[in-house]
């Protein structure tokens, strides 16, 4: 069977701008992420917000190529990008004072931080 890559043509619009991008700057962080965003969306994770908790510290930036959801709590700081949010994981990632991307909104000006988490 040929894989067609992702039908979502947010998914696709973003992997285009990400590819342009790559083949730019040829940097490794890049062809991760477009590598896990051709993923099928069944294999995409779901991420805990008790997960990110305990797994980054302090002001540290973590990517999800999946949804983050609310289950736990989060008691410091994070730079986030993900997919995906729950409402009620959008609520206590604000009240911890930590800063909310979309990848689509990432994707636009993708800079590829110089330490990253990858949860998922």
Known sequence: MISTGPTNYVVRGIINSLEKEYR?????????VIKELKRP??????????????????GSNVFV??????????DHKVNIVAFKYS?????????????IKTLKDWASKPVAPSKV???G
Not at 41 to 58: D, G, H
Not at 65 to 74: C, D, E, N, Q, R
């Open 41 to 58: 969306t069944r294999k995409k994770s779901e991420v805990n917000i008790s997960k990110i908790n305990r797994y980054t510290p302090e």
């Open 65 to 74: 190529f999946g949804k983050v959801l609310s289950a736990g709590t989060l």
């Open 117 to 119: 988490i990858i949860l």
């Open 87 to 99: 409402k009620s994981a959008v609520a206590k990632l604000k009240s911890s004072k930590s800063t």
């Open 24 to 32: 730019k700057s040829k940097k490794p962080f890049l062809a991760r």
